[in-house]
């Protein structure tokens, strides 16, 4: 058998693993996802009116405001959800079953794409939910395209992907599971401060650099004229940009914290 094959074959049994245990603790994933709906429903429903004000020209009342609010959400669910994944790594590398992976045969990256590859599904899975929820509600996006639709889709893989192995650099470096969950909160933090709520322009000027200059914005603005068909400028590079710079940056890290002498 070929190295690769046996990556390959290793990962995909790590890949079942995971997503085994996510299957028989779903409260994890539930609670993570709890918080995107419930900011959905109550930027909707109680401040739909009065934030959608601050649209400007696209002011509409709550409809108008539930679809700029969608891509934003969407991105805070991935965001969310993989905090789970560094919860994951951290209980991994604590409770012992790393040590006993190091003892075996097996392909020794194949731990990690096991949980990166699994977050990714579990990531695009949440976002789907949450989408249901936002048609439940009367999110449509009637002039989006296929072409465009599955470019959105990929999108939110890719930032998926990005944010899932900085999760996972994360999960290495935390002592224990509920050190974890704390460090990875900025991944749900920084879509709070992005235009995922109202506009950058609408913000004051001293926090306008904050929103801008993050990878929720751009990611956000892309997602947003690829459903909405709003204007994508420079976004669609910059979040790609970012994507692939987050990406390399947290496997590099992720794999030097892996592969390093346990203490």
Same mark, same amino acid.
């Given at each position: 058998?070929?190295?690769?094959?046996?990556?390959?074959?290793?990962?995909?049994?790590?890949?079942?693993?995971?997503?085994?245990?996510?299957?028989?603790?779903?409260?994890?994933?539930?609670?993570?996802?709890?918080?995107?709906?419930?900011?959905? =429903?109550?930027?909707?429903?109680?401040?739909?009116?009065?934030?959608?004000?601050?649209?400007?020209?696209?002011?509409?009342?709550?409809?108008?405001?539930?679809?700029?609010?969608?891509?934003?959400?969407?991105?805070?669910?991935?965001?969310?959800?993989?905090?789970?994944?560094?919860?994951? /790594?951290?209980?991994?590398?604590?409770?012992?079953?790393?040590?006993?992976?190091?003892?075996?045969?097996?392909?020794?990256?194949?731990?990690?794409?096991?949980?990166?590859?699994?977050?990714?599904?579990?990531?695009?899975?949440?976002? /789907?939910?949450?989408?249901?929820?936002?048609?439940?509600?009367?999110?449509?996006?009637?002039?989006?395209?296929?072409?465009?639709?599955?470019?959105?889709?990929?999108?939110?893989?890719?930032?998926?992907?990005?944010?899932?192995?900085?999760?996972?650099?994360?999960?290495?470096?935390?002592?224990?599971?509920?050190?974890?969950?704390?460090?990875?909160?900025?991944?749900?933090?920084?879509?709070?401060?992005?235009?995922?709520? /109202?506009?950058?322009?609408?913000?004051?000027?001293?926090?306008?650099?904050?929103?801008?200059?993050?990878?929720?914005?751009?990611?956000?603005?892309?997602?947003?004229?690829? =459903?909405?068909?709003?204007?994508?400028?420079?976004?669609?590079?910059?979040?790609?940009?970012?994507?692939?710079?987050?990406?390399?940056?947290?496997?590099?890290?992720?794999?030097?914290?892996?592969?390093?002498?346990?203490?």
């Amino acid at each position: 058998m070929s190295s690769l094959s046996f990556a390959v074959r290793d990962s995909a049994t790590m890949l079942r693993r995971n997503l085994l245990h996510a299957r028989r603790y779903p409260s994890l994933t539930l609670n993570l996802l709890l918080t995107p709906v419930m900011l959905l =429903l109550l930027f909707v429903y109680i401040f739909g009116d009065v934030m959608s004000a601050g649209l400007g020209g696209a002011g509409g009342g709550r409809s108008a405001y539930l679809a700029y609010l969608v891509p934003g959400i969407l991105m805070l669910t991935i965001g969310g959800t993989t905090i789970g994944s560094a919860v994951s /790594v951290a209980t991994d590398m604590t409770e012992g079953i790393i040590a006993r992976f190091r003892t075996m045969p097996i392909h020794r990256g194949s731990v990690l794409i096991g949980h990166v590859v699994g977050s990714v599904i579990q990531c695009v899975m949440s976002v /789907v939910l949450v989408g249901a929820v936002a048609v439940a509600i009367g999110f449509r996006s009637v002039d989006a395209t296929a072409v465009e639709w599955l470019l959105a889709l990929g999108l939110l893989a890719l930032v998926s992907l990005a944010l899932t192995w900085i999760a996972v650099g994360m999960g290495l470096t935390s002592p224990n599971a509920e050190a974890a969950s704390n460090n990875a909160l900025p991944l749900m933090i920084l879509p709070l401060l992005s235009s995922a709520f /109202v506009p950058v322009d609408a913000m004051p000027g001293w926090f306008q650099p904050v929103a801008d200059y993050q990878p929720f914005t751009p990611a956000i603005e892309t997602l947003r004229g690829l =459903l909405l068909g709003t204007g994508i400028g420079n976004n669609g590079w910059i979040a790609v940009a970012w994507c692939l710079g987050l990406a390399v940056l947290g496997y590099l890290w992720s794999k030097s914290l892996f592969h390093r002498d346990p203490k």
